[in-house]
């Protein structure tokens, strides 16, 4: 053990913390026979009360009874809730309580081993050491970590160059950096990242504390505790849309409703998702988040209001703009709260107008829609195995595009109109051999191509899920299937994207 020297005595009556050390051991017996005694004494007497109870004393009444049963619940209480331990001072400051005063010497020999090998040359801690026995609470215990921490201080404020600084956000430790003027810096440079002209208020959603700390196990780079701190701590953020997807199905498989879906992705129309389109599916979440607060006045419409009048013409759902109105405009106040840049509260504080709208008029159809009229969404024509996706494909040899899906089918089996509609073309077309094409109300058109017979004609009104064909391989084709396809103002678009 080394040799402390201590301070506040002539040098030649002064001992080491060695010396310091064997004394108190010397003594601790004494310390710990007073407990036992104490023990030894008030056990006694509540043994010997508790045994006259027991064996029908008469002189152990009530009184006597409630007295043992209180003195064994302190006695209890003291044994779980204390134990011995010594209050440890260095030259009258506190270096902690424990309840092995070996977790001092440990921690400080460990320092001075680290002094030694920072500073060059023999270090040992100086100063008074004092231990004095007490009877603690268990949950009053330093920590070995603290402990050793507190001699590190004194280290430090000899060298200046152990002390690390470590950022915990929510109670979890991200790392440590030297400097701590650059963590402050980058700290409010990440809040600054989302902070306007209009920002009224901006806050770490997170607890974030700065710990001096020594010897820290993550010790960072400025740039390396910027990334920890943004990096997303949500896992997969993104979906590649596979052949078979739909909105729905997606939104589903990742817990999300749809309109969540849509708020993430506001540039993806979810009625014609293509095959590699990629879709935010997750919220990025950073580890440290930054709310800010604004508040902004601007200028927004204010919409028309329709007056409706019914059309017998029309059929029921059809409408028709007769008279368009003006949007009127107002100026609104309001607070905005966002997370990281993404709006998540809005609150209007008051409104004024500045511009009244106008009425528009629309005439609504109350005409019963025949079985025939197309409604808008599309079954599948047969039902089999995708034998073909839509886009590049291998086929004959050579790499070709393909406009459309091919379905298998047996032999004769029957195509059925994807939605109601009139048949613009019935007969056979060079690669598509019998194709039959359907041109809905709304003027996209479907295309059943590679049947063995037809049953309609041009000009024939059908309904959804009429048989139109019969399945076969005419025209261009490797096998028995229905050739399907939809055209949106001409321009073929994936069918799996419209169909259930």
């Not at 004394?23 to 104490?38: D, N, V």
């Not at 000009?459 to 229905?482: E, F, L, N, P, W």
């Amino acid at each position: 053990m080394n040799d402390h020297k201590f301070t506040g005595r002539p040098s030649s009556e002064r001992m080491t913390l060695g010396e310091r050390w064997a004394r108190f051991k010397r003594r601790a017996p004494l310390y710990r026979r007073a407990l036992r005694e104490w023990g030894r004494i008030h056990g006694r007497r509540i043994t010997h009360q508790f045994h006259n109870v027991v064996a029908g004393n008469r002189a152990a009444g009530p009184v006597t009874f409630l007295a043992c049963s209180g003195a064994l619940a302190v006695a209890l209480t003291m044994t779980t809730l204390y134990t011995p331990a010594y209050s440890v001072t260095l030259d009258g400051e506190s270096v902690g309580v424990v309840a092995d005063a070996e977790v001092v010497q440990q921690a400080m020999e460990t320092v001075e081993a680290t002094g030694t090998s920072l500073l060059g040359h023999d270090y040992q801690i100086e100063g008074n050491l004092e231990y004095e026995f007490a009877l603690t609470l268990r949950s009053d215990l330093t920590s070995e970590e603290d402990i050793q921490n507190y001699f590190y201080g004194k280290l430090d404020s000899v060298s200046g160059e152990l002390r690390q600084y470590q950022v915990v956000v929510d109670g979890q430790a991200v790392g440590a950096v030297k400097d701590e003027d650059g963590l402050n810096r980058l700290l409010e440079e990440l809040k600054a990242k989302y902070t306007s002209e209009n920002t009224v208020s901006v806050e770490f959603m997170d607890t974030v504390t700065i710990e001096p700390v020594y010897e820290a196990e993550n010790l960072m780079t400025l740039s390396e505790m910027r990334t920890a701190l943004q990096a997303n701590q949500g896992g997969s953020t993104t979906y590649t849309v596979v052949a078979g997807d739909t909105f729905y199905g997606i939104a589903y498989a990742n817990d999300m409703s749809m309109s969540d879906l849509e708020a993430l992705n506001p540039g993806i129309d979810i009625n014609r998702l293509m095959v590699g389109d990629v879709l935010n599916v997750k919220e990025l979440t950073p580890v440290l988040s930054v709310q800010t607060v604004e508040e902004v006045t601007y200028t927004q419409s204010i919409p028309c209001p329709v007056e409706e009048v019914e059309d017998s013409s029309m059929y029921v759902g059809e409408t028709r703009t007769i008279t368009q109105g003006v949007e009127g405009q107002e100026e609104v106040n309001a607070t905005i709260t966002y997370v990281n840049g993404q709006e998540t509260e809005r609150t209007v504080n008051s409104t004024t107008t500045l511009q009244e709208p106008t009425t528009t008029v629309k005439a609504v159809g109350t005409k019963e829609k025949p079985r025939t009229a197309s409604s808008g969404s599309y079954q599948w024509p047969i039902y089999g195995r995708i034998t073909s996706y839509f886009g590049g494909r291998y086929i004959f040899g050579s790499y070709s595009y393909h406009s459309g899906i091919d379905i298998s089918a047996s032999y004769g089996a029957a195509v059925c109109a994807a939605d109601g509609g009139t048949v613009t073309y019935a007969g056979y077309r060079g690669s598509y051999g019998n194709l039959v094409v359907i041109t809905h109300d709304n003027g996209t058109q479907t295309y059943y191509g590679h049947n063995s017979s037809l049953t309609v004609s041009v000009g024939d009104k059908v309904y959804k899920g009429q048989q139109i064909a019969r399945a076969g391989s005419t025209g261009r084709s490797t096998g028995v299937h229905c050739h399907f396809e939809i055209r949106v103002n001409g321009t073929s678009v994936n069918p799996l994207s419209y169909l259930p």
